[in-house]
């Protein structure tokens, strides 16, 4: 069994689906042949989660027959993503769903028509996408490239039309359409990131302004990006880990030969295989001037910017990112090196379920479309149990200095706003205090581990580094020098009220082996 095979109109079909898999029900040729003549859609970023979940939300609208034109996928990071999961498989991939009750889907996804390398070093691809971008069929340029794909480092505004990053290449080639006529489009940013649109204006902004003040382009192309480009805000939410080796055990034994690992030199893992979980959201600001894919068929929810914002801190303050990461706070603490395996821990389960429902719920903004205790129950019942899903505690707290002031900072801000009271938190400031201890890689046996990677790592470790793990009684003063950062954690805890409080916490938690689990079922008797 392998994807290639199934492009022959006489290929052993009938062997995959006896063995489950669901085939793709559309012309592929035709759909492909059609796409390449007038393009709507291309995708800069050939990761996992672009296949799990936006080509596979294509892939159902392709097979009602609502749709005709597949997508375009670009890489301008990692070039051996294409030259090794895509192009030896011709754009097709395996979709493997987990299911959190036990089952697993197979599923081929064709809905890839065209992978490219977005780098004029490859002529020949470079070429192919400055003929799409002059195309006026093109509608939508979205991206899954990560935080950092939208970096503009300011050496690079310097090169002019020779740019490294992949916003940079934008620039570019949103240039070519310009000349080209200056057709409508939208940049549909769906990764993981508060305002995500304006992330993807700023940073191609950043290299047209650049280019104007070289004298390298017209002021008309700033009035172009401005008036006939649009940038809406997003929030997308699927778990796609790694390639799994059991799931990759299963194909194995399924006969399915496609299945082998690759890991790329810049450290992409990946494979012709995608196993993914089964939940997913897509909430996209309806703001397209040159239409769209009609995406909303396949599951992806379209609003007003106000509601995508609403969803997206429902998520990222509330309901998922908090409680992910006080899972990796005390996971990585407690010695657990999976997060189902923590969902398992009657103690961690009531902490997030506390902390979700009771002391972060009151500060949220229902935002219509999705019920945030729908959202928050699908989290703790059937997402983080999920056993087929291989997350890590350690992956989870990678770069936590960054992400604690939006996943708790905003719901003190919110709470001091509205004049609630702070001190009345319990489990919140408990996990704050748990960071402390997080730093001196000390786990609760006694044991040292390694924090994962974080930029300040180092800085605030050094803050730490003088209190000692079953010293007994100690100064902790020395950590106001760390709760007082609002850069860490959104605020000043002791200027809303919260410093002393969380320095009580960390003094029990230094006690010595075994008072993380002592201290953390203290508290969680004191909420009931």
């Keep these: 069994m392998k994807l290639t095979d199934l492009l022959n109109p006489e290929g052993p079909k009938a062997v995959w689906e006896e063995k489950g898999y669901v085939l793709p029900a559309f012309d592929i040729q035709a759909v492909r042949e059609k796409t390449f003549h007038s393009p709507t859609w291309v995708h800069f970023g050939a990761g996992n989660i672009f296949r799990a979940f936006p080509a596979a939300a294509l892939q159902g609208i392709l097979e009602s027959g609502a749709y005709d034109r597949g997508v375009i996928v670009a890489e301008g990071f990692d070039y051996e993503i294409i030259d090794r999961a895509y192009r030896p498989f011709d754009n097709l991939c395996l979709l493997v769903t987990l299911g959190a009750d036990g089952s697993v889907g197979r599923r081929v996804i064709a809905s890839v028509t065209e992978s490219l390398k977005a780098d004029a070093q490859f ?20 991206f899954t490239v990560t935080e950092k794909g939208y970096a503009v480092p300011i050496e690079d ?12 290449k934008i620039a570019c080639l949103l240039y070519r359409r ?3 006529g200056g057709a409508p489009l939208t940049l549909q940013s769906m990764d993981n990131c508060s305002h995500n649109g304006d992330v993807v204006r700023d940073a191609v902004g950043a290299y047209a302004k650049a280019w104007v003040e070289a004298g390298l382009v017209p002021e008309a192309f700033l009035a172009y990006l401005r008036d006939s480009v649009t940038y809406p805000w997003s929030m997308i939410d699927k778990i796609t880990p790694f390639p799994d080796s059991a799931v990759q055990a299963l194909l194995l034994a399924d006969g399915f030969e496609d299945a082998e690992t690759i890991v790329t030199e810049k450290g992409a893992r990946t494979a012709a295989f995608i196993n993914a979980e089964e939940t997913e959201y897509l909430v996209i600001e309806d703001n397209y001037p040159a239409g769209r894919p009609p995406l909303e068929l396949g599951g992806v929810l379209f609003a ?14 509330t309901c ?6 006080a899972l990796a706070i005390f996971g990585c603490l407690l010695g657990y090196t999976r997060v189902c395996e923590e969902m398992k821990d009657a103690d961690l389960v009531k902490l997030i379920t506390h902390m979700g429902y009771r002391e972060a719920m009151p500060v949220v903004v229902d935002p219509g479309v999705i019920r945030p205790e729908d959202f928050i129950a699908a989290v703790i019942e059937k997402r983080l149990p999920n056993p087929f899903l291989p997350d890590a505690p350690q992956r989870i707290a990678t770069d936590t200095s960054q992400k604690l002031p939006i ?4 719901t003190l801000k919110a709470y001091v706003a509205r004049g609630l ?3 009345a938190l319990t489990l919140i400031p408990l996990t704050l205090a748990a960071y402390a201890r997080y730093l001196k890689g000390i786990d609760d046996a006694g044991a040292a581990f390694t924090p994962s990677p974080d930029p300040k790592l180092e800085e605030l470790s050094a803050i730490v580094a003088g209190l000692a793990v079953n010293a007994g009684s100690q100064d902790m003063r020395v950590l106001r020098e760390l709760y007082m950062r609002s850069d860490i954690f959104g605020v000043d805890l002791y200027a809303v009220g919260l410093g002393e409080k969380v320095e009580g916490m960390v003094a029990e938690l230094y006690r010595g082996p075994g008072a993380v689990r002592e201290t953390l079922r203290k508290y969680l008797d004191r909420v009931g």
């Design 407 to 410: 996943r708790f900072g905003e």
């Design 123 to 142: 002529e020949s691809d470079w070429a192919r996408l400055v003929e799409i971008f002059e195309n006026p069929s093109l509608q939508m340029v979205s």
């Design 157 to 168: 505004l310097a090169r002019g039309f020779a740019p490294r990053t992949t916003m940079g």
């Design 320 to 325: 998922l990112n908090p409680l992910h990461t």
């Design 178 to 180: 310009f000349l080209a």
């Design 304 to 317: 007003e910017r106000e509601t995508v914002d609403k969803i997206e801190k429902m998520k990222v303050c």
């Design 421 to 423: 009271d702070v001190g």
